[in-house]
């Protein structure tokens, strides 16, 4: 019998309270959440800016869950260092931007983190294919990287689909992520197309009461997965 299959979800820190951080964390947690997710942005990869490793360092003293650290920035093998030493445990880039996808792996090596590889909405599948067995988590967007507040893109399910089989196939164990509009409902789609970790922003922070937004997302995932 193939053992039960670990659905992780991961809010999205960027959506919660920045006036009180502290308690966005300790309610998640409550709340059952796997991981966080920081989104890191450079005002050149993305329009927006966020935040740097200062803030990554921050919530590494205040939670032992994994951080995800989504970098959309132009220039990632120039920051990994400096955001494995602040506490990342994966470190995901993307392969849109200037640096080559062999020389941010060249230097993740040298980091003390797992390392992702992210893909904006538009950016087939087979970008990353030569990479799998050298990434812990391919990132699928479900919305264009830099904006909160979007709405789900159904495309990025064939996607999902083609990465999960192409994963099982090749006996890989790289995390399958998914990032962007992410409610209950498409929650569920996505674990049927195969994704095994959810990036929930809005829908953990925006309104309601968080333990209450995780346990829905939860069982959202579990059950869409068949």
């Given at each position: ?16 309270d ?33 935040f ?37 445990d ?88 998914v990032?962007g509009?992410?409610?209950?409902a ?37 059950g869409?997965?068949?």
């Amino acid at each position: 019998m193939a053992p039960p299959v670990r659905r992780r979800l991961a809010p999205s820190l960027l959506s919660a309270d920045f006036a009180d951080l502290a308690s966005a964390i300790r309610l998640a947690e409550l709340g059952g959440a796997d991981a966080f997710h920081l989104d890191v942005m450079d005002g050149h990869f993305v329009p927006n800016l966020s935040f740097g490793p200062a803030l990554v360092r921050d919530v590494r003293r205040r939670t032992r869950l994994p951080l995800d650290v989504h970098l959309m920035i132009e220039h990632p093998a120039r920051y990994l260092p400096e955001f494995a030493a602040a506490g990342g445990d994966t470190l995901v880039f993307h392969l849109e931007a200037s640096d080559p996808p062999e020389e941010v792996l060249r230097v993740a090596a040298g980091c003390r983190a797992k390392v992702g590889a992210a893909l904006r909405p538009e950016t087939p599948l087979d970008a990353v294919l030569p990479l799998l067995d050298r990434l812990d988590e391919v990132l699928i967007m479900s919305v264009h990287p830099g904006f909160s507040g979007q709405s789900f893109l159904p495309e990025a399910l064939p996607k999902l689909e083609r990465a999960r089989r192409t994963l099982d196939e090749r006996g890989l164990a790289t995390e399958l992520a998914v990032d962007g509009g992410i409610l209950p409902a498409t929650a569920a789609s996505c674990a049927r197309a195969g994704a095994r970790f959810f990036v929930c922003g809005n829908s953990v922070y925006g309104r309601g009461e968080v333990a209450g937004n995780l346990h829905a997302l939860r069982e959202a995932v579990d059950g869409g997965s068949g």
